[in-house]
């Protein structure tokens, strides 16, 4: 019982006291804007058609659909052309500064609003990739996700060092983003814009509330008690949050594997071969005439993929099996990428997967990352500044990623 007890009170502490898997969900953060980025990139010619005035799916059967579900979006506000050039712009901006970890906790937020309005006004556009993409950019509010590798990990250090040779440091840039983002949040609200599902507005004013919360606590809370009880809850969150995304990580993987185990392409070996010979999934046609010439090999590969997906959720206890597996499907998903053309699905998947990648690895990527990034600082340094320095200077250091 004494064992017990204590396993359960020191799990009670690590939930508690920290806010777990800072590398993962870094790399989540990073993996998930990059997608969303990359594809506003790409479809930004053919946004109008997508997801604009000049789409197929019109804004009165967008409307009628809105009105149905209550989904939010902030395209259906109106159906102005500078207003949904202004939203895709402000969508591109706001995955950018995500994917630097500049605000994090404010950023997240705007993310989701992004997702959600272009993805809510046209529900036909998508790779089976904005599916993911749709419920992990809500989960990330909830994570701190700006631990590491971000501008924010950056901006925290220095003022921990500024305030370590006792300096005052204030933040002006945090109160002016909470008064104009909270301006335009009571403007839409009293303009009747959040009617409809309470999902998305009640999540809005909790993280609006709560980020004045935790700065009036800083500011005028002379004693450490009060910014430590908010710790604890945005430590909980945190954890509850990561837990809830390696759940739908390990749900997508179950169900996709055991429905294809119902299918009788999938039981014969043969369901690998269809799509490698269908126009819309066959961007190098030689290349899957190439993959698909072996029987033999279009077997293995569709018996390894229901095997690999059925079995992963049931080898996450067992730390060298669930890298084995998590690596092949990591290669899969890469695969799909290139040879069935299906790159921002595999992007989101691979994103999803990295919640499950050892934090030794992390780290190491990151070291990795970090002495690249010195060589090539230092090779920079060299071609532009003629004159030579002394190697003992602190100017010579390459600056890393923030850990």
Known sequence: MNRFALAVTTGIGRVTGSALGPYQTAVIRIGFSATWLLFLLREFPHRQEMYGPDGPWSWDLAEQLVSTNGAFTALMWTDGRFWFETCYALAVLTSALLLLGWRTRTMSVLFMVGVLSLQNRSVFMGDGGDNVLHLMCIYLVFTRCGQVWSLDARRARLAGQARARGERVTDRVGPVLWGVLGFVLVAVTVAGRLDGDPTVPVLLWTVWVAVALWWAVGRFTKSGEPRILLDVVADI??????????????????????????????????????????????????????????????????????????????????????????????????????????????????????????????????GWAARARGRWTARGSRTTVPAPRAPESAEDSPVGFTT
């Open 237 to 366: 969150v945190h954890n509850g949050a990561l837990l809830v995304i390696m759940a739908e990580a390990c749900l997508i993987y179950a169900t996709a594997g055991w429905y294809k185990i119902q299918g009788s392409r999938w039981q014969d070996g043969t369901a690998v071969y269809y799509p490698l010979h269908l126009d819309s999934f066959s961007p190098w046609p030689a290349l899957a005439d190439v993959l698909s010439a072996s029987g033999t090999m279009v077997l293995l590969v569709t018996y390894g993929t229901v095997a690999v997906q059925v079995a992963f959720p049931f080898t996450l206890f067992h730390r060298r099996v669930k890298n084995v597996l998590l690596t092949a499907m990591i290669i899969e998903h890469s695969a799909i990428a290139v040879i069935l053309g299906l790159p921002f699905f595999s992007l989101a998947m691979i994103a999803a997967d990295a919640v499950f990648l050892p934090t030794s690895f992390l780290r190491r990527l990151g």
